[in-house]
């Protein structure tokens, strides 16, 4: 069983569309991160929340750990063609030294 | 880029081979993580390398084993090969064992025909 659920798992959405990518767990995290990977290539990281409750915005993409510290959002505003790749979210654990993946949410904005 | 560079970036093994994948870590770094990454799947953490000792250790068997070197590269090595080995394999680099920014290599792509 995945530690970190992402839904949707597959997202094809036209230029200029808003969407929605969730995180969700049982369990409690330390911090999330996001990350975007694209095709040969590793994970780039995007952001690191850490507080419950907290939003943080990066241009279009706006990212929401939940209260709790259980869930995550990421929210991308009028999605661009170079938004295209997969969206990976994954948290830390209090002392823990292994960063524990989502099993990503592919996008593709079409032009 | 992060600075962190794998090799090789392609290969093709047979089954019951062995293998083994190489990391250069960010400068200033102290700390090799590896990851797994089967196609369509998340990152699968294997296992961890700080000061040239394993730290921690993933889901996976014995005969995935590890080094660090004193300069903090790393290298992977798979015995006995296994078709579901067939993954992306992914090494980041850090400054510290726990929490933080982990700055990845670009992995390497192994087939096992």
């Known amino acids: 069983t995945q530690l970190l659920e992402q839904s949707p798992q597959f997202l094809s959405i036209q230029e200029g569309e808003n969407l929605t990518v969730y995180c969700n767990s049982s369990s409690v995290f330390s911090s999330l991160q996001w990350y975007r990977q694209e095709p040969g290539e590793g994970p780039v990281l995007l952001v690191t929340?850490?507080?419950?409750?907290e939003v943080k915005k990066l241009k279009r993409l706006t990212f929401q750990f939940g209260d709790a510290r259980k869930d995550s959002s990421l929210h991308i505003t009028a999605a661009q063609p170079g938004d295209t790749g997969l969206y990976l979210c994954a948290g830390w654990m209090d002392s823990s030294y292994k960063l524990i993946f989502g099993s990503g949410t592919r996008l593709l904005v079409r032009p | 880029e992060t600075g962190v560079t794998q090799s090789p970036t392609h290969l093709i093994k047979t089954r019951g081979q062995q293998v083994t994948l190489r990391c250069s870590s960010q400068?200033?770094?102290?700390?090799v993580s590896w990851y797994q990454q089967a196609l369509g799947q998340g990152p699968q953490f294997i296992f961890q390398y700080y000061r040239e000792e394993e730290n921690g250790r993933g889901n996976f068997p014995p005969r995935f084993s590890g080094l660090q070197f004193p300069n903090y590269s790393s290298e992977l090595n798979v015995n006995a090969l296994e078709l579901d080995d067939s993954a992306l394999y992914l090494c980041a680099s850090s400054f510290g064992q726990y929490t933080g920014e982990l700055f990845f290599g670009e992995g390497s792509r192994l087939t096992v025909l």
């Open positions: 400068s200033g770094h102290n700390t």
């Open positions: 929340v850490v507080t419950g409750g």
